[in-house]
């Protein structure tokens, strides 16, 4: 897949979106017509942002470059008469700011456009409060991390200032839905209402869910990471498919639909900053997006889902990455050693990716590590070798755990664009099982109800 198509794949769901819109707007006798007048503005400035994005990143190149914020393709050959990789090309990292800044522009100019009903007739007794301040809670969360990334990205901050940061940002958005909203209940399946009951009350648990829910967005992206394109189109593909449930919400008539329409208003407009930044972020990439885009992107996806009711549903959508955190939880909390950077292994000879690996001593391997070892290499998640040195010390190499390095271990070496492709492929059919579960799976453990349950 060329630069060119996902350019072109990123307009086509824009025009694609705006033309079911138009359709609704244009046709008063659709119970959505008025709802698609408060989407339309959204809609058309995903576009705007999106050809903002495609226009303003390569002239914020240079500048990135010129201050030092600024990385070198790994997994590209060297150029002719190029011998160390410290001397390969510069390649401005952190454009995750410049996306993030364009999205925060095109949401503050649109605050007036959104509101307009309620201020141009001057009658401000009727004017919706409670959604005003859900939007700015919104836009103050996401300038949180938007912090958060690029101090990451200067300061290079520790995993634990990483897992903190999200949990604080969140709580001006928890204040929010605990002053707007309040509900805290949640519909108990039905093979567990003879303990439970129709409902259980989680009270101060549900924040605490709501609040792990910012922390794992935020950093799921982060981990699944590592090659051209990965991090924008992962998050176009969840953009897309959030779109699209809350379309189907909307169309099924479902409790809350100002919530879903609040959704919509926040995901648009990132859709299109994420199909923009994709087409500089595709191999080979001209600009690297930093830690910035991936937490701005999680915390975007944060609050979309806690304002729209629908957590559980969002988790759906990060079912590849809950399969890599899964996979990393071994090297992440130091139960096998986790080297500092975990992407493939660019190999010269044939211009492929390849597996990278660790090297442990196997006696160093405390015996919960050696039972993960062995239990991923009898299922062959990862490719696994031992050799004896001079001392006679048995030393174990190993893939590292990310579902990047299992892709490569089940489909063979690729080429950087072929394997990002796979992934963004993976990312797109778990989304439809996602659907299926959400609006099927909902029937059997809510008896036949698909919606409130399973929000």
Not at 32 to 40: C, D, E, H, P, Q
Request: hydrophobic share 50%.
């Amino acid at each position: 897949m060329t630069r060119a198509v996902v350019r072109n794949i990123g307009w086509l769901f824009l025009l694609t979106q705006l033309g079911l819109v138009l359709h609704l707007y244009l046709s008063p006798l659709d119970p959505l017509s008025n709802i698609a007048s408060r989407v339309l503005p959204p809609t058309l400035l995903s576009m705007v942002a999106m050809g903002m994005t495609l226009v303003l990143i390569p002239q914020c190149t240079s500048l990135f470059i010129s201050a030092g914020l600024f990385g070198r393709d790994l997994n590209k050959p060297l150029p002719p008469g190029v011998t160390d990789k410290a001397d390969a090309p510069k390649v401005p990292e952190s454009l995750g700011t410049v996306t993030a800044a364009i999205y925060l522009i095109v949401m503050f100019l649109y605050i007036p456009v959104h509101f307009n009903s309620f201020l141009s007739d001057g009658n401000r007794k009727d004017f919706p409060h409670n959604e005003f301040v859900e939007y700015i809670a919104a836009l103050l969360s996401i300038c949180c991390m938007i912090f958060l990334g690029f101090a990451d990205d200067v300061l290079n901050l520790k995993w634990r200032h990483k897992l903190l940061m999200p949990t604080i940002a969140t709580l001006p958005l928890l204040m929010v839905y605990y002053v707007n909203f309040g509900s805290t209940t949640v519909i108990v399946p039905w093979f567990l209402r003879g303990w439970l009951g129709l409902s259980i009350n989680l009270g101060v648990l549900y924040y605490c869910y709501m609040g792990m829910l910012a922390v794992f967005c935020t950093n799921a992206i982060n981990i699944l990471a590592g090659i051209n394109g990965i991090e924008a189109g992962q998050s176009l593909v969840i953009a897309i498919s959030v779109l699209i449930h809350n379309w189907i919400q909307l169309k099924m008539g479902a409790p809350g639909h100002q919530n879903h329409i609040l959704s919509i208003v926040l995901i648009s407009p990132f859709a299109g900053v994420c199909a923009g930044l994709l087409y500089h972020n595709w191999c080979p990439s001209k600009v690297f997006v930093g830690d910035t885009f991936c937490y701005f992107a999680g915390m975007a996806f944060a609050v979309a889902a806690i304002l729209g009711h629908f957590s559980k549903t969002m988790i759906l959508f990060f079912i590849p990455q809950v399969l890599n955190f899964l996979l990393s939880i071994p090297q992440l909390f130091k139960i096998v050693p986790c080297p500092r950077h975990r992407l493939p292994k660019y190999q010269k000879d044939d211009g492929l990716l390849h597996n990278s690996c660790f090297t442990v001593k196997k006696k160093d391997l405390s015996p919960l590590g050696t039972k993960i070892v062995l239990a991923l290499k009898s299922v062959k998640l990862i490719s696994y070798k031992e050799h004896t040195d001079a001392d006679n010390v048995v030393h174990c190499e190993m893939s590292n755990f990310t579902l990047i390095n299992v892709a490569i271990r089940l489909l063979g070496p690729k080429k950087e664009e072929h394997l990002t492709s796979y992934i963004l492929l993976f990312q797109a059919l778990c989304s439809c099982l996602a659907f299926y579960i959400r609006y099927q799976g909902a029937l059997l453990l809510y008896e036949g109800h698909n919606d409130g349950g399973f929000e």
